[in-house]
């Protein structure tokens, strides 16, 4: 195990590097009322050989860039998302090939979501100690235990990544494993769209077209300021402050003084940048063709919910694949949202996915419908 704290250090460590057919990755990092992480370390691990690069020290990482993706090497991670939004964060690539331990065992019939832990003793026997993962990772130096751990994580990957690797083509899966890392490479690759956050807020669909313009603008602007500040949407401000300021607008400052004083953490210049916000929506037309949120299914739609969730499970369980794999709860009701002429074809019902499910969502009689919720 090497630790790598300086620039020298580091740049020896890439003159070095011989680009391995896997690569062992893991990051550890705070995030306590902030927005962005706080980097701390960078796990790699090469055959052989594990580096745990110091990120509390400002090093040029950009000789890294190349390594991590390297079109002829399979980074290894696990349940990858933090990990891969850290990367962007710290201005490297994503890999060109990746691997994630925690998809492949769900193809490999080992359950939905399983954690490393779990994953590590179902293959390997191995009990892995998590009781670092909670220690607080901006401390230096750090303890024995905390490098312990920080290595012991990235160096079982490789094993874990060949016996995973081996039981989905056993089962068949590989092509449709293959599909969902180059899928989930795709999605973290790209920023959400801050000005589509407020279709996230389904409680405001009765809302009228104009509180829901007004709504869309807060949730633009706090998606932005939680950037720029560094600071999590409570302290800037919660979707349920957004959806009242949108449907009941405070006239005065004063009133909406009062109505803000409860965001924890928001200081004044963030308040004032959201009353400005909030004052120039009040003022702005609702554009043409502006989309609204989607409204509850209607009770109409309880059946044909429950005959999809009927599809998909009897799939997976023919394929012996866990449900949530084939499609969670909102894909089912983007589905059902499909059949009753509400949407286009979800984007889910692409690929490997849409060969096993779209002919036998699609022939799914729809009820007539009535006005009623779910």
Not at 6 to 13: E, G, T
Not at 139 to 155: G, K, N, S
Not at 275 to 301: D, H, M, N, W
């Amino acid at each position: 195990m090497e630790w790598i704290a300086d620039q020298a250090a580091l740049d020896n460590y890439c003159e070095g590097w011989s680009s391995p057919a896997r690569l062992g990755m893991d990051t550890e990092f705070v995030r306590v009322g902030t927005f962005h992480a706080t980097p701390c370390v960078l796990q790699l691990a090469t055959p052989g050989s594990v580096a745990l690069i110091d990120l509390q020290q400002g090093l040029d990482l950009s000789a890294l860039g190349p390594f991590l993706s390297a079109p002829t090497t399979e980074v290894v991670l696990h349940a990858c998302g933090e990990d891969l939004e850290l990367l962007r964060q710290l201005d490297l690539p994503l890999p060109a090939q990746l691997f994630d331990t925690q998809v492949a065992a769900a193809f490999a019939g080992l359950g939905h979501n399983l954690g490393l832990a779990g994953l590590c003793k179902e293959l390997l026997d191995v009990d892995i100690d998590k009781t670092a993962s909670r220690t607080d990772w901006t401390q230096r130096p750090l303890t024995q235990a905390q490098l312990h751990y920080a290595a012991e994580d990235v160096t079982l990957l490789h094993e874990l990544a060949e016996r995973l690797d081996r039981l989905v083509s056993e089962r068949g899966y590989s092509d449709w494993m293959q599909a969902e890392m180059v899928a989930t490479s795709e999605r973290y690759s790209r920023d959400d769209d801050p000005s589509h956050y407020y279709l996230k807020m389904r409680a405001a669909w009765g809302y009228s077209p104009r509180s829901q313009w007004i709504l869309q603008r807060l949730a633009a602007w706090r998606e932005a300021a939680m950037r720029q500040h560094n600071l999590p949407r409570r302290k800037v401000g919660p979707d349920d402050l957004l959806m009242d300021l949108a449907q009941n607008p405070p006239l005065k400052k004063n009133a909406f003084e009062r109505r803000t004083e409860r965001v924890p953490g928001a200081s004044r210049a963030v308040r004032d940048e959201l009353y400005t916000c909030l004052q120039q929506a009040r003022e702005e037309e609702v554009p043409e063709g502006f989309e609204l949120i989607s409204s509850p299914l209607p009770k109409s739609s309880k059946a044909l919910v429950k005959a999809v969730k009927g599809l998909v499970n009897e799939t997976a369980q023919t394929l012996d694949l866990p449900a949530p794999l084939l499609a969670n709860r909102a894909q089912i009701e983007d589905s059902v949202r499909w059949l009753l002429g509400e949407a286009a074809k979800p984007a889910y019902l692409q690929g490997w996915r849409g060969d096993l499910l779209q002919r036998k969502i699609s022939s799914l009689e729809t009820p007539s419908q009535d006005n009623q919720e779910v």
